[in-house]
Every structure is written in structure tokens, then in C-alpha cells.
């Protein structure tokens, strides 16, 4: 019996030793780790807060005032806003957008942000703007070259090149451009202005041209004459005209209409009483009434 109780108190012995061995290593550990979770949870608690109240947002700013304010008295601070290409782009315009003074840091300028508002001003094609070091920022411009007025319906806009609308202010100073109406006539004018300089002899007798029916074209002249042009060959209508003034002073003539819609034709409408006249003058077909 003394026996088996010696056994057993020597079982409960070593059994004590093994936890109290387990718990000595496990307690000094959860003691550090512990610590280090609380410090972790606490650093992020802070963030937190400092993030929500604005603290740390404000601090980041402060920061980078700092240092932007250091980069500009070490001689990167703006002196010269250098434009190139401009010839309509309003200079107030682009001044709002760039947003620098002189001595303002050359950092603070983001020349991606200007150039990307810079390029939808209507009078730019396309733009290229850089700083360059280490006091100027550069603007280089491209624009858009002044094609025609589009009469759209009351409102005169400017068009470019390409048929796109520019601008419908400050119109004034492009009063010699030809003028073109209707609905589509900006995607077409081009061919016909080209065909018209190649004819500089009919250009001081047009007043505008007419797009009719998404087809074709008539010249309305300055004393109120139609020339009605064909939907092809626009280059050669307009050439047999050009011929007719040049030979005979045609677009001088009292006649109210030319017709060149039939190739190889010229059809003139006359006033009544003209027609003798014109046949004796003019090598080609006249006819007097009503509108052809």
C-alpha cells in the first residue's frame, strides 16, 4: 500500500514538473506577444483616428509645403511660362489653367493635369507641356487652322480644316473666310473649298455656299444668282464655269441661274428678253422661265 502511494505521488510529481515547464515557456511568450498585439492594435487605432479627424492628411500637406518650399529656394521656383504657337488660344485662358506665379515652386506644377485641360480649348489641336529645368514651363501649341463660317441655322461658327467647329465667338476678324449652310456641310467642305481655290476667278462673286439634301452643293452669288453644281465631279463643274467667266464674263451677266448638274453642260437661265443675246454671246445652252 505505501508502495503504491509512492508511485502515485511520484507520477503527480513529474506531471507538475511538465506543466510548470510548458506554462514557464508558454508565459513569457504570451507576455511579449501580447505586447507587441496591444502595441500593433494601438498604432492602428491611432492611424485610424488621425486619418478620420484630418490630422494626418493635414500633416502629409504640412510635409510637402515644406519641402516644396526647400526645392524652390534651392533655385527650382518658377521664372518664365514659355508659349509657343499661340496665335488665337486666349493667353488668359492658359494662364488660369498653368496656375503658377513667379517664384512659385517648379514642383507644384503637374504639366499632365495642364496639358489634358489645355488640349480641350477649341482652338487646340493638340498641346505639349513640360517643365523644364530648373525655372520654366513650356507650352508648345498646335492649332487648328481657320477653314470656313458654317451658318448653323441663326448662329455662325468657325471651322477648321477638318470640318470641326472651333469656336462660335469673336468672329469678327474672320469675316473674309467663304461661308457654307445646311446640316452637313461641315463634312464637306473642304472638298468644295479646295475646288473653289483652284478657281480663285469665281471667288469675289460668291457670297456663300449651300449644301442641299446631304448631296450636293449651290453657289449662291453676291447678286443673287444660284450656280447649282453637281453631286460628282465637282472639280470639273466648277472648271467649265471658271472657263465661261473667263471667255465670256458669265457671272457678269443678268441671268438668274447656271445649271451644271449634266456633264459636259453649262444651262443658263435668263430673264425674259436676254436669251438672243446671250445665245449670240455665249457658247452654251439658255433658257428663259421658270427655274431649271
Known sequence: MARKKAVVGARKSVLNKRRRGFLGVLIPWARRFGFALVLVGGLIWLGAWLTLNGTLGRGKDWMENKILMASADMGFAVENILVDGRVYTNPQILMAIVNVGKGDPLFSFDPRAAQALISKIGWVESASVERRWPDTIYIGLKERKPMALWQDEKTLKLLDSN?????????????????????????????????????????PYIAYARRLGERRWDLVLKGGVIVRLPEEDLGLALRRLASAQEENSILEKDIVSIDLRESGRLVVQTKPGAVEEYKASLKIEAKTGSSI
Open 163 to 203: 470640318g470641326t467647329v472651333i469656336t462660335a465667338d469673336r468672329l469678327e476678324r474672320f469675316g473674309g473666310l467663304p461661308v457654307v449652310a445646311g446640316p452637313d456641310a461641315p463634312a464637306h467642305a473642304a472638298a468644295l473649298l479646295a475646288g473653289l481655290r483652284a478657281e480663285p476667278v469665281l471667288q
